[in-house]
């Protein structure tokens, strides 16, 4: 009795470990399908990072450091678990694409979690986790050593915010040849160089504000010290603190407050401090929540200096800023 009885569990043992992960219909194993209502296009830009070893140590390559350029993420969620993977280089306009599959990992009534595992048919195996925001369609992309950043879903023919971002960018472009031709037919030759040192100064500090926003909203504490010099004025021209005594700051805020959503609003304002230090003055809309309780959105003035170091755009003071609007 005693034997039959144990083989009885064991038997009820298996059964409840296969049912909860798959379930057996003609001899065929169907795992759980992301949801119609989630497929589709979802675009977004990863910014420029330094590649990182397994033990998180900066790769380098005949003593300098390997960096990865900023790069156009286009996923495409596909039925049965299929997924799409384009991916362009954004600095010389290099494509490279993937196909793979999908496994959904955890899912609740807020976010999806879901793997990709992905090939370009030859040596590049990359598997990227995408968490997928249930309420607006928006999902964070994080990759093994890689910074995280944002995705937005896009309808069906493409179009979505990031295609508008592309946009926008090949219009600034186009203004800036225009400009520069102008330069050239009138040998303004100094012209036209301050032109194109201007417009990839700007386009640095764009990326650099949208990989700070983005790593902030997913408590990425990695990528936000990525984006600081080694020591930084602190709100103060005499007090320069290290990283160090960054990452307490923020280990502070982000174990206070659990959620945070921070928006840039409208262009960056440059100054020129001379010794290659900018002066960025730029206007964010964000709010937070702790616990039950959520904050009110809050509009305020931002002010940073940056500066390139070791050809890489970095901040180097943190300035404050004033509130503009509470509402």
């Known amino acids: 009795m005693k034997?039959?009885?144990?083989?009885?569990?064991?038997?009820?043992?298996?059964?409840?470990?296969?049912?909860?992960?798959?379930?057996?219909?003609?001899?065929?194993?169907?795992?759980?399908?992301?949801?119609?209502?989630?497929?589709?296009?979802?675009?977004?830009?990863?910014?420029?990072?330094?590649?990182k070893n397994q033990f998180g140590d900066d790769m380098l390559v005949n003593g300098i450091k390997f960096t990865v350029p900023t790069s156009d993420f286009k996923f495409i969620l596909k039925e049965n678990g299929k997924v799409s993977l384009q991916q362009t280089n954004l600095e010389d306009n290099g494509k490279t694409n993937y196909e793979g599959t999908t496994k959904i990992i955890s899912e609740d009534s807020k976010e999806i979690k879901l793997e990709c595992s992905l090939s370009d048919g030859k040596t590049s195996n990359p598997k990227y986790t995408l968490l997928i925001n249930k309420s607006n369609k928006t999902a964070i992309c994080t990759g093994t050593n890689e910074p995280k950043f944002k995705l937005d879903k896009t309808s069906d023919d493409g179009e979505g915010a990031f295609n508008q971002t592309i946009k926008n960018k090949k219009k600034r472009l186009e203004t800036l040849i225009n400009q520069v031709n102008n330069a050239y037919n009138k040998q303004n030759y100094d012209d036209a160089l301050l032109l194109v040192k201007e417009f990839v100064l700007l386009e640095d500090i764009n990326n650099l504000a949208n990989s700070l926003v983005v790593s902030l909203n997913s408590k990425d504490v990695f990528t936000i010290l990525d984006c600081l010099a080694d020591e930084v004025n602190y709100f103060n021209e005499n007090y320069v603190v290290d990283k160090d005594a960054i990452l307490q700051d923020i280990n502070r805020l982000f174990d206070y407050y659990n959620k945070i959503n921070i928006t840039l609003i409208g262009n960056p304002i440059v100054y020129d401090l001379g010794y290659g230090v900018k002066q960025v003055k730029h206007n964010i809309r964000y709010s937070v929540s702790r616990g039950n309780k959520k904050g009110k959105n809050v509009e305020v003035e931002c002010i940073v200096s940056v500066k390139y170091i070791n050809d890489e755009l970095k901040i180097v003071a943190v300035s404050g800023g004033s509130q503009t609007t509470n509402y």
């Open 3 to 51: 034997n039959i009885f144990n083989l009885v569990l064991n038997f009820l043992f298996f059964l409840l470990l296969f049912t909860s992960c798959s379930k057996k219909t003609d001899d065929k194993i169907i795992e759980i399908q992301l949801s119609k209502e989630y497929l589709g296009m979802y675009n977004g830009i990863q910014p420029r990072y330094i590649l």
